[in-house]
Nanobody, 124 residues
Framework: QVHLVESGGGLVQAGGSLRLSCTAS????????MGWFRQAPGKDRVFVAT????????TYADSVKGRFIISRDNVKNMVYLQMNSLKPEDTAVYYC?????????????????WGQGTQVTVSS
């Protein structure tokens, strides 16, 4: 059984930065694409960023492009989301997701495993 755990969320002022981490147990991440998604109160879960199994390719939502960076360390079995220049509209629960295929995807339905989420709150 795969178990994903996110960490690093919290409260930050607008313009600040946070780094989210996702660790996995029960499976190596090295053959899987990974993604970050977020869900704001009263809204659907939406795509944020995704990365190929090797880290060689990434895709970002337009709303975070140029501000967020997704990365991975397959030796440590970790995935990260560096969030810079945060805005109040980035406030959401952020979820890490694992896809059993090696290539990245922005489609949440193509991910088989999800973490419980970590809250990010950006104050104005």
């Amino acid at each position: 059984q795969v178990h994903l755990v996110e960490s690093g969320g919290g409260l930050v002022q607008a313009g600040g930065s946070l780094r989210l981490s996702c660790t996995a147990s029960g499976r190596t991440l090295s053959t899987s694409a990974m993604g970050w998604f977020r869900q704001a109160p009263g809204k659907d879960r939406v795509f944020v960023a995704t990365i190929n199994w090797s880290g060689s390719g990434t895709t970002y939502a337009d709303s975070v492009k140029g501000r967020f960076i997704i990365s991975r360390d397959n030796v440590k079995n970790m995935v990260y989301l560096q969030m810079n220049s945060l805005k109040p509209e980035d406030t959401a629960v952020y979820y890490c997701a694992l896809r059993l295929q090696p290539l990245r995807s922005p489609n949440p339905y193509e991910y088989e495993y999800w973490g419980q989420g970590t809250q990010v709150t950006v104050s104005s």
